[in-house]
């Protein structure tokens, strides 16, 4: 089959147990700690993507063991190049599984795997600890062998299953952010951050983070249900 070829719509059924599955996954804390991982990966990589973008220089990335992680640049402290950087990193999850959701609305399974693996490899190149070598590697490992290996049917399920977590998952860390806040913690928080720089409440970019994940998981939402 060619990488381009739209495939056929998977059965509803299907869809609506992976978007189940993938809540499953995203409320109990056990499962969470475990799965927030891949969430982490695309909290970072927003914010490395938007810093080369933005014309900043990329000096690494780290990802953690308790799914905390850093991306360190280069470039003016201030200015529109780094605000757009820090506020890249929460929305990236979201935006990732809208993304998602509308190639899966147009039949593009194939493309989807893809172009994860090639985003995967991307981050790879600038990862700078070992667990997050690690962690990037077993992900993208999984999103080739599924690609490559998997059945029409086993490449849906897991693509679905993929976009309905950024989806859903990508609601969670903002208001684990704002609980944090709330309890005194999380004093350089990237809403803390843009506080700083561009003199708007942290409580007001809290409620950016919101908006786009809660638009995000709606919008998406609908295209994977087909509405």
Known sequence: MDLFDPQA??????????????????????????????????????????????????????????????TVTRGRPTGLGMVLTAAAGYPAAPLLGLGGAALLGAGRVTVLLWLATALLLALLVMVRNAYGVLTVLLTGALFVLVSWLGAPEVRAAFAYAAVWFLLI????????????RRRGGAPDSDADQLSRLTHVPAGVWLAFFHTVSLCCLIGGGRWLLGF
């Open 169 to 180: 998952g990508g609601v969670r860390p903002a208001f684990e952010l704002q609980a944090k």
């Open 9 to 70: 719509a998977p059965a509803e059924w299907l869809v609506i147990a992976t978007g189940v599955a993938a809540l499953a996954v995203t409320v109990p804390r056990r499962t969470w700690l475990l799965a927030r991982n891949a969430v982490t990966i695309a909290h970072e990589g927003g914010h490395a993507l938007v810093a080369v973008v933005s014309g900043r220089r990329l000096e690494a990335v780290r990802l953690h063991s308790d799914t905390s992680g850093l």
